[in-house]
């Protein structure tokens, strides 16, 4: 859109993030009543970030040097896909929220919400780590509201490990973004990143790097706060947590590692080789799963594989990199949406209209977002496959297998898991009580939709070639098998499976720590302050327990019985014969030299 | 003689004089005792304003009085010093108002506000100190002054409390004097000279040097709270929270650190302290003082003890700045100065609206106060994520610099100590948040009384929801000229540049 004037890009950049942090702060200072027309705008402060996906393709970027360390703002053809999903997500999860989250907590659920998102947007179309840092962490803290939301056990434990795993991600991103600053002086992430090849410290970095972003975008064994976290959140902010949220550390390791310039097989290999072992244990982990959303969240992990592992491919052989970054951009779209569609679903079924004909049509479209997941032929998620087939292509020769090998491992086992679900859905769903409600079922239809016609906008980013190649015939025929012997299989353990799968506990490895913290907890002498809730649900909060260790091994009690004792006799009066004395000896001290 | 020679006077003078007559005014006259208060407050910021245009466009505004032998009274504004000055003026006029709404119902107000005005004046007086002399007259006056403060209450622990003040204070003070005097017979009697005293690099023998650089840094280090010297503050929370949170953010622990930047930077210079080696040991007792000072602050349940212990720990970054002795660290050091004092002040008025509105004094009992006082929560949550480093809060610009001054002095170490402070400050910053806004409360909290508009009286609401602004808006505009951190930039230049 040339006719628009330049400044006019001037405003909405910064729109982006200011709208939806300014409603967030009038519903935080606003009362119960005048909030209701802020509540009902609250969803739509996504458009601007629309808006720039639609009309600001090539705008020259915003520079506003007196904000943080000096903030550039702008879009490029690669945040633009990802400002496009994450918007489009955002907007339909907050409309979404107005319907499902009582009116009496929507205030406080749309002030973090809202934050979440202008961090969550905003971090897209940072381009200098200034901004990216503090939006990031915006968008961190922010979606803690979330997590807690519903005040019960399971949410404040969640609540806890991730609050304990965003400051540790923050603490791993800072010194890597200190240190890389500090040796090439690149404010502009791109040239941050370029400058990062260069440096000495590079391979440190790039490890600082996939850590601190590791931990929101899932790798192993950083995951353990995804399968609590997103199930504890209320149903539209898992939808955002898993679909959008879970991107945005996957595109902090885009943006910030020169993905095409760097070379590093072995953090390449580790990356892949832990990516390939999430898909593979996500799927397995979530088919285990009673909870839907918990089953939805393991999905994720195994999801952000494939995505991972272009990471990992572009840094084992920077050339793959183009390949890999299609591969990323095509995948997360169709994830996001499909996952949103898929969370939101939870409980949908309830707020459909009584109404035969209608009703009868939602419950078939419901199946739409499954089918997609699975990557039936002719969806989106068989479209999301190819440039993965495409670089499998180009890898060197055991990785090449490999990625083979688990892709279809993965594919079976969605299907599984899925079926599962829909099991888990039916079985939740007869035991709600309906009340069917617009305001819930249509921005559900809406995700449903988008994931369903993704190939729209697959056409408008440039990728007809996949969705040509998706959509004929030839392709048919390697993709079904697996999803085939997938649903065979479902089938058969359905119909005469007879004992129930165990389940494996949301949070997984977080469990080891269990026997340890039941024999500490006998010998803790209590705390004058608790550092978090008391450990109420079955597992141990992880600050509470790691305190627990290190009241067991370090000398806690001895030092601040010791150093209180210290302090006192310091204060009951030798001090100032202490003083006296370090003057002494420095007289004595300099009369000698 | 001209307006350039007075002004420096003028500024400490204008709270001694209020402090003064608000002396001789019976209990009663609260109004005027207000009012005077107010505006001598007033009348000193309007004083620094063009006293920031000048030294920004290198005028020189210098007031020397001789004394006795070569001793003078020297008071001179150099950008390090406006800086320290327009941090403790508008921090004053803040406390001030917050002071007025939080006592004025108490008892030997006439005393308080007149020590609480000649209080500003020594510290603008140590701010703008333009030799060692004159720096130690002024930290002795804050010591005799901010003793009465501390004692206010009169109770046993309050008056007990005081005396380890003076315990502490004093034996610095003689320790300090000492030092100074000797430098004096050592190098002569000098002006503060950015790059240090030319005197000191021309000295060849430098162990004598080096111990009168530590009597003078640890000498400092008391007020600075420097482990193990830092065993009067948490003692001194007994004091009234507005003279708890200008203790803490502006007058006494901002005084001593400001003693130790100015005995590196201008006593001493760069390159001396350099070339003398005392760095690496005071880079050791600043990273001992952060960790130190944030393990202690974990295990206190009383809010103010554990703001305390969190001051130890936060002003010695300040002093790590320093103690780098690179010009990133610096940069980060003094922007510290300006910001740990935004930060600290608002959770200083924080502590003190709960305990006056509710009675909270401990941390346990916080649950659930997010509710009831949202605006005074909301500002102690800003103040809190500022000092965890969270951008866009301010203290993330002091985290980024001193790690930045970290690395380009090859020291990667202080990294981690940063970082491990930074954990410890969310180990004991987020409970608080998270029992004020995430927890339902244990017993019923007492009611807002219908009469009252606000949370709290407005006087003591506006203060920390002001500075809670501040310590966004600085670090939001962090890099636009005359912000603190581009002042502390020009002071590196002007520093570093000889």
């Not at chain 1, 390939?276 to 393991?298: N, R």
């Not at chain 1, 190649?469 to 098998?481: E, I, K, N």
């Not at chain 2, 866009?392 to 990294?415: Q, V, Y």
Request: charged share 10%; aromatic share 12%; glycine share 8%.
């Amino acid at each position: 859109m040339n006719s628009l004037h330049p400044l006019t890009w001037t405003f909405v950049f910064p729109a982006v993030i200011v709208l939806p942090l300014l409603v967030a702060l009038a519903l935080a200072v606003g009362n119960e009543r005048k909030s209701r027309w802020l509540l009902t705008l609250a969803p739509w402060t996504a458009m601007p970030a629309l808006f720039l996906v639609l009309f600001g393709g090539d705008t020259p970027d915003v520079h506003l040097p007196f904000i943080l360390l000096g903030t550039t703002l702008g879009l490029d053809a690669f945040s633009r896909v990802f400002l496009l999903f994450t918007s489009l997500l955002w907007w339909m999860a907050g409309l979404h929220a107005l319907g499902y989250i009582p009116s009496n907590r929507q205030r406080e659920f749309f002030g973090f919400f809202l934050a979440a998102m202008a961090g969550n947007l905003g971090l897209l179309i940072a381009r200098d780590i200034g901004s990216f840092y503090a939006l990031y962490a915006l968008m961190s803290f922010a979606s803690y509201g979330l997590v807690v939301h519903l005040r019960n056990d399971p949410a404040r434990y969640a609540g806890n490990v991730y609050l304990v795993l965003v400051v540790l991600g923050e603490m791993l991103l800072f010194p890597a973004l200190a240190a890389g600053y500090a040796a090439s002086e690149q404010l502009l992430i791109a040239d941050w990143a370029a400058a990062l090849a260069e440096n000495p410290n590079g391979p440190m970095l790039t490890i600082l790097l996939l850590l601190g972003f590791g931990i929101k975008a899932g790798i192993l064994p950083l995951h353990i706060w995804l399968p609590l976290a997103h199930p504890a959140a209320p149903t539209p902010a898992s939808a955002v947590l898993s679909g959008a949220m879970i991107k945005a550390g996957l595109f902090g390791m885009t943006v910030f590692l020169p993905l095409g310039a760097l070379q590093s097989a072995p953090i390449g290999a580790t990356v892949m080789v832990l990516s390939l072992a999430a898909a593979v244990f996500g799927a397995g982990a979530a088919i285990t799963q009673t909870h839907p959303k918990a089953l939805l969240a393991y999905s994720s992990i195994s999801k952000m594989g494939p995505m991972t592992f272009a990471v990992g491919a572009a840094l084992y052989e920077p050339t793959l990199w183009p390949l890999a970054a299609t591969g990323i951009l095509i995948f997360a779209m169709y994830h996001a949406l499909t996952k949103g569609a898929l969370f939101l679903s939870v409980g949908a079924a309830a707020a459909f209209p009584t109404a035969k004909p209608v009703r009868t049509l939602l419950v078939l479209t419901g199946f739409l977002p499954l089918l997609v997941f699975a990557g039936f032929p002719a969806t989106g998620g068989a479209i999301a496959k190819l440039p993965f087939k495409d670089l499998k292509a180009a890898l060197p020769a055991p990785w090449a297998a490999w990625l083979n090998a688990v892709l279809l491992l993965v594919a079976f086992a969605t299907v599984v898991l899925l079926f599962r679900f829909e099991l888990l859905l039916i079985r939740d769903a007869k035991a709600a009580t309906p009340h069917p409600s617009r305001r819930i079922w249509i921005p559900w239809l809406g995700v449903v939709l988008m994931s369903a016609m993704i190939h729209i906008a697959y056409f408008g980013l440039g990728w007809e070639g996949y969705v040509d190649a998706a959509l004929s015939p030839g392709a048919w025929g390697a993709v079904l098998p697996p999803l085939l012997i997938g649903l065979f299989f479902s089938l058969a353990v359905w119909r005469w499976g007879r004992r129930p799968i165990p389940t494996l506990p949301p949070g997984d490895i977080l469990h080891l720590f269990r026997p340890l913290s039941r024999f500490l907890t006998r010998l803790t002498p209590p705390f004058p302050v608790r550092l978090i809730s008391r450990p109420t649900s079955s597992a141990l909060p992880i600050v509470a327990g790691t305190l627990r260790i290190m009241q067991k091994w370090l000398p806690v009690k001895p030092f601040l019985e010791g150093s209180g004792q210290i302090e006192k006799w310091l204060m009951e009066g030798p001090l100032a014969g202490t003083l006296v004395l370090i003057l002494f000896l420095s007289m004595i001290l300099a009369l000698a030299l | 003689m001209n307006l350039n020679f007075w002004l420096p006077l003028f500024i400490p003078s204008t709270s001694l004089a209020a402090g003064v007559v608000i002396f001789f005014l019976p209990e009663q006259m609260r109004l005027t005792r207000s009012f005077l208060n107010m505006a001598s407050a007033i009348l000193k910021i309007a004083l620094v304003v063009p006293l920031i245009w000048g030294v920004f466009h290198q005028q020189e505004y210098r007031f020397v009085l001789p004394l006795f032998l070569e001793f003078d009274l020297v008071l001179e504004a150099d950008s390090l010093s406006l800086l320290f000055v327009t941090l403790s003026s508008v921090l004053w006029l803040v406390t001030t108002l917050y002071a007025i709404g939080y006592l004025e119902d108490g008892f030997q107000r006439s005393r308080f506000f007149g020590f609480f005005s000649f209080c500003v004046s020594a510290t603008t007086g140590i701010a703008l100190a333009g030799n060692l002399f004159t720096l130690l007259v002024f930290y002795e006056f804050l010591t005799v002054t901010t003793y009465p403060l501390v004692t206010h209450r009169g109770t046993e622990e309050a008056i007990q409390a005081g005396r380890v003040y003076l315990l502490y204070t004093l034996g610095a003070g003689v320790v300090l004097m000492v030092g100074m005097i000797w430098l004096s017979s050592a190098v002569g009697v000098a002006d503060f000279e950015a790059g240090g005293i030319p005197e000191i690099t021309r000295v060849t023998t430098t162990a004598p040097l080096n111990v009168i650089f530590w009597m003078l840094v640890l000498g400092f280090g008391v007020k600075a709270a420097l482990v193990p010297f830092h065993g009067w503050l948490p003692v001194a929370m007994v004091a009234p929270a507005p003279v708890s949170a200008l203790l803490h953010a502006v007058a006494v622990v901002k005084a001593g650190v400001f003693g130790i930047v100015r005995v590196v930077y201008d006593v001493f210079g760069v390159e001396a302290v350099t070339a003398m080696g005392v760095r690496e040991g005071l880079i050791f007792f600043a990273g001992a003082t952060i960790l130190y000072g944030s393990l202690r602050a974990i295990f206190q349940d009383d809010f103010k003890r554990r703001l305390a212990y969190s001051t130890v720990s936060q002003v010695s970054y300040i002093t790590l700045g320093t103690a780098i002795v690179g010009p990133l660290a610096t940069i980060g050091g003094i922007a510290h100065l300006v910001h740990q004092g935004i930060m600290k002040i608002t959770m200083f008025f924080c502590a003190g609206n709960l305990a006056e509105e509710l009675h909270f004094h401990r941390i346990s009992e916080l649950r659930g106060v997010g509710r009831r006082m949202p605006l005074t929560m909301g500002a102690f949550t800003v103040a809190a994520m500022g000092m965890i480093g969270v951008p866009p809060m301010a203290g993330f610009f002091s985290k980024w610099f001193l790690s930045l001054g970290a690395l380009e002095a090859d020291m990667p170490f202080i990294i981690g100590v940063l970082l491990l402070s930074s954990i410890l400050n969310a180990a004991y910053f987020l409970p608080i948040i998270y029992y004020a806004w995430f927890c339902e409360p244990e017993h019923p909290l007492p009611e807002r009384p219908a009469t009252q508009r606000w949370e709290i009286h407005p006087y003591l609401l506006l203060p920390p929801v002001f500075t809670a602004l501040v310590t966004v808006l600085l670090g939001l505009l962090a890099a636009m000229p005359l912000s603190p951190l581009s002042w502390a930039r020009l002071i590196m230049f002007r520093e570093y540049t000889p």
